[in-house]
């Protein structure tokens, strides 16, 4: 016997039975993107490798060793998306978008990184990806993470969640301070394990991400970026600040917050949960002025987000009481050659007249009784009944599933009024 192909490690299906939730979640997303005047663009998933490259670093963890990248049948070298920014900034420099124009897009899709499985780690995940594009003041910086506290506001979750907010300054501040970064980990050169010896002449800031416990002494002890940082860095990061504490945003600054990726300048974020285990970073983002210009652009200026939905579809898990979503609210029984005809026309007739009811027909036939039963899981409120005695009386039977009330019959040209009033959510 052939053996079951199953799913690839660490990419997995999202079943029926978890999709109400997905869906009421973007659902929330839309209305608050919306509610800030946010388009949708959506993005191919393939795009050309050396276009992650030149954006994302080629010393980072996810151009080092998380890409799916493979040579197509032309021998071109294409990888499936690991992020969304890069991909969002080439289509809008493909199509003139950046040109004197102020932008706030978002985009929701999957998103493939050859990591080790784990929960809250996948190969393939889901993000949410809001980029805007042409505004340099601090405003938009604020804007953004308004909207993401706002998410989790609308879906009961804010108290799960942390703001951690830091600067990074602009490239050249960066770089004076990377030199006194080296010189000080230079001097602690064997209290550094092998990737961060590795990092230190490439990505020396990324050392301070390091997760390893035996590392958190010697970083903790390193010097800090924001003590290098000049005036117009400072002005900015103070005026986000300032427009958070008026507006009531609690966050904590976190000098070690460099994140993953090198395009970013000034402004990074995350919004972390301590209720995922190790996974805890359910949002990230920050400013990244220096990409435009990096992927052949004319410089300009862009902020943005990701938000993993795994992570936020499990935070949300956590909460209790979950709105449980009926997938059915009628399902038609029909017993007999002429009903099944019938039914079948009833059905269309029913979806014309009141196209939001959700009518499940049965197919396939089955006793009355094996059709009642999967009424009764279908978690339909109302079942249907046509047999060939209500086909003789030219009638339906409405029985409802939920009450103990018996069946009753009413005339099949009153069935439509009957649902509109009693069937509908
Ligand atoms: P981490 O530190 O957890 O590896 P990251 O810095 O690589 O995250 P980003 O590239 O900033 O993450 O992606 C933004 C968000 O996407 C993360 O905060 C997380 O919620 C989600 N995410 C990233 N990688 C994965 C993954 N492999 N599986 C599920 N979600 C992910
Ligand atoms: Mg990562």
New binding site residues.
């Given amino acids: 016997m052939a053996t079951n192909i199953q799913a690839i490690r660490g990419i997995h299906d999202i079943l029926p039975e978890q999709t109400p939730r997905w869906f009421a979640v973007e659902s929330v997303m839309r209305e608050v993107l919306n509610g800030y005047g946010y388009q949708e663009i959506r993005l191919p998933i393939l795009e050309k490798t050396e276009l992650f490259k030149r954006s994302i670093g080629e010393v980072t963890?996810?151009v080092e060793k998380e890409m799916y990248t493979f040579e197509d049948r032309n021998g071109e070298s294409l990888t499936l998306r690991?992020?969304g920014t890069a991909g969002c900034l080439r289509a809008c420099l493909e199509h003139g978008l950046l040109h004197n124009q102020v932008h706030r897009l978002w985009y929701c899709g999957p998103?493939f990184?050859h990591?080790r499985p784990q929960k809250?780690?996948?190969?393939q995940?889901y993000?949410l990806g809001v980029e805007t594009y042409g505004m340099a003041g601090p405003d938009i910086d604020a804007e953004i993470i308004l909207l993401t506290d706002r998410l989790w506001r609308r879906l009961g979750i804010r108290d799960k969640l942390e703001l951690q907010l830091n600067t990074l300054g602009s490239i050249e501040e960066r770089l004076i301070y990377r030199e006194k970064l080296v010189d000080y980990f230079s001097a602690h050169l064997d209290k550094l394990d092998e990737d961060s010896q590795r990092r230190l002449n490439t990505n020396p800031l990324r050392i301070l991400d390091s997760k390893n416990p035996a590392m958190q002494t010697i970083i903790s002890a390193a010097p800090e970026l924001i003590d290098h940082l000049g005036t117009e860095s400072r002005e900015h990061f103070q005026a986000i600040r300032t427009m958070l504490d008026n507006l009531g945003v609690q966050y904590t600054v976190n000098t070690r917050l460099v994140?993953?990726?090198d395009y970013y300048s000034k402004t990074v974020f995350?919004w972390v949960t301590d209720e995922l285990g190790a996974?805890g970073?359910?949002?990230?983002?920050g400013r990244y002025d220096n990409l435009i210009a990096q992927l052949g652009g004319k410089p300009n200026f862009a902020v943005g987000f990701?938000?993993?939905m795994?992570?936020?579809l499990a935070l949300l898990e956590l909460l209790t009481d979950l709105p449980e979503t009926p997938t059915v609210d009628v399902y038609l029984i029909r017993m007999g050659n002429d009903a099944e005809l019938a039914g079948l026309k009833l059905a269309e007739a029913i979806r014309d007249a009141i196209p939001n009811l959700k009518l499940l027909m049965n197919c396939s036939g089955g006793s009355f009784k094996s059709q009642f039963k999967k009424a009764d899981k279908s978690s339909a409120q109302y079942a249907l009944v046509l047999g060939e005695d209500e086909m003789l009386r030219g009638e339906v039977g409405i029985k409802s599933l939920r009450t103990d009330a018996d069946q009753q019959n009413i005339p099949l040209a009153d069935v439509i009024t009957y649902l509109k009033q009693h069937a509908l959510p």
């Fill in positions: 963890d996810i690991p992020e998103m990184r990591e809250g780690r996948y190969r995940f993000q994140r993953g990726l995350e996974q970073t359910v949002c990230a983002g990701a938000l993993g795994e992570r936020l």
